[in-house]
């Protein structure tokens, strides 16, 4: 089975611009989360899809947004980017839900925002 | 949030030395989650412990889990060099419909060879 898919690698983009990350899960897993990893911040949960819907979301601005399509598939998008913004944003799908399995990682998008 | 906090959060130790890290959090759970990442990489899923188990093992890897003290440890023994990674723990919050996993900043270990 292939895993978490997380594209682009790597990323650079300028103050102000907007970026989409994209995440594809396991196959048949049907909740996607996302991460923001910072030296300074440690790992900060942003947001979980499940099945097209937010279930859950963590304390970041609305400039941060996601979604998830009919095939589990997810994006996630930040608009108006800001130097702060520079981190590893992991994505990670699970099967169901968290009481019965684990959260399986993609290898991250690394974006720098100069 | 139900974050764990890793302790301590760097450790250096001789390869054939055991190393021991421990997690504190602060709410009920359904389970805790000892996850590994590599520089720059994703995490990996490690082990998985229940409320209601007190310990797990798999493969040199021992889970303790303590719902009184609300703590847990992990225990590797026999250490080698590809065991040098971060480690956090991640307690699965027994309230359903906030199911969300949430990390403290780890504990970054360091195996010399």
């Known amino acids: 089975k292939a895993g978490v898919t997380q594209t682009p690698r790597y990323l650079i983009k300028t103050r102000g611009q907007q970026v989409t990350l994209s995440c594809s899960p396991i196959s048949g897993h049907r909740s996607v989360s996302w991460y923001q990893q910072t030296p300074g911040q440690g790992l900060q949960f942003l947001f979980e899809y499940f099945s097209e819907t937010q279930r859950n979301k963590g304390n970041f601005p609305g400039r941060f947004s996601g979604r998830q399509f009919s095939n589990s598939r997810s994006e996630m998008n930040v608009s108006t980017l800001e130097l702060g913004d520079s981190a590893l944003y992991l994505c990670?799908?699970?099967?169901?839900?968290?009481?019965?399995?684990?959260?399986?990682f993609g290898n991250g998008t690394r974006l720098t925002v100069t | 949030s139900q974050q764990g906090e890793e302790d301590p959060q760097a450790l250096s130790i001789q390869e054939g030395e055991n190393a021991t890290m421990n997690c504190s959090y602060k709410t009920s759970i359904n389970n805790l989650q000892w996850y590994r990442q590599n520089s720059g990489r994703g995490l990996v899923h490690l082990i998985l412990?229940?409320?209601?188990?007190r310990e797990k093992h798999s493969g040199r890897l021992r889970v303790t889990l303590d719902t009184s003290k609300k703590s847990s440890s992990l225990l590797i023994t026999a250490s080698r060099a590809a065991d040098t990674a971060s480690y956090f723990c991640a307690p699965a919050p027994s309230n359903f419909g906030n199911e969300k996993l949430t990390f403290g900043t780890g504990t970054r270990l360091t195996i010399i060879p």
């Open positions: 990670a799908s699970s099967l169901w839900d968290l009481n019965n399995s684990p959260l399986h």
């Open positions: 412990i229940r409320s209601n188990e």
